[in-house]
């Protein structure tokens, strides 16, 4: 099994399912890339748990204002309405449920709904952070990630092996190969790519997936 999408074409699918005028928090790295796909007609309203909502695409290289940066330390733009906040405002927003959507990568994805985007050990970080806060907090938690990992192991499994950041918290995956929701404790399949069979696709899932019916087409552009 060779096709997969790419990491650009996993954040555009993943940024058709966000509605016009919705708060969003993106995770750092691999998430970010979503804001760069906001359907024609749509605007999200984004939110860094560094204290900025509403700001704007990355500055031109070389145009950076190293004063306004989001949460993974990259340089942003402003828009008209962009507001500023104490860090502390920031994540009161998260805690009081004024996030629409939360958009976060991942190790590990349990068929329950449970989260490991974090990990101790040489190449960890110290804690968790805010993602902790993001997915109790956000009215709606979506997974973007590769289906498997470098060597081939389930990242979507029936238990996390890892630190949990929350526990039932995910509702869809967007993968490198599918579009999976979590419903009930079972992985359910919506999307596949059109190249993939059903069976080829639970091989490389750590869990049973639930085919409730016909399975729609994953279709992306090239980018």
Same mark, same amino acid.
């Not at 639930?210 to 399975?215: E, I, M």
């Given at each position: ?117 974090? &990990? ?6 110290? @804690? %968790?952070? #805010? =993602?902790?806060? /993001? $997915?109790? *907090? +956000? ?55 059109? &190249? ?6 639970? @091989? %490389?899932? #750590? =869990?049973?997936? /639930? $085919?409730? *019916? +016909? ?9």
């Amino acid at each position: 099994m060779t096709a997969k999408l790419t990491a650009t074409q996993i954040a555009w699918r993943a940024a058709q399912d966000i509605t016009d005028g919705a708060y969003v928090n993106l995770g750092i790295g691999f998430p970010e890339m979503v804001a760069r796909f906001q359907p024609p007609g749509r605007e999200a309203i984004f939110h860094t748990e560094n204290g900025i909502l509403g700001f704007g695409e990355a500055p031109a290289a070389g145009e950076e204002d190293w004063d306004l940066i989001n949460a993974g330390k990259k340089a942003v733009t402003l828009k008209p309405g962009t507001a500023f906040f104490h860090h502390a405002d920031s994540f009161s927003m998260v805690r009081g449920g004024h996030l629409d959507v939360a958009i976060l990568g991942a190790y590990e994805v349990a068929e329950t709904g449970d989260l490991a985007n974090w &990990s101790t050990g040489p190449k960890g970080v110290p @804690a %968790v952070g #805010g =993602a902790m806060d /993001l $997915v109790h *907090g +956000a009215k709606r938690v979506a997974v973007i990630t590769d289906h498997v990992t470098k060597d081939g192991k389930p990242k979507l499994v029936k238990r996390c092996s890892l630190p949990l950041t929350g526990v039932g918290c995910v509702t869809r995956v967007y993968t490198s190969l599918a579009v999976i929701d979590i419903e009930g404790g079972r992985f359910v399949l919506v999307e596949k790519l059109p &190249s993939l069979s059903v069976e080829e696709l639970q @091989a %490389v899932t #750590g =869990a049973e997936l /639930l $085919v409730p *019916g +016909a399975v729609a087409d994953l279709v992306v552009p090239e980018l």
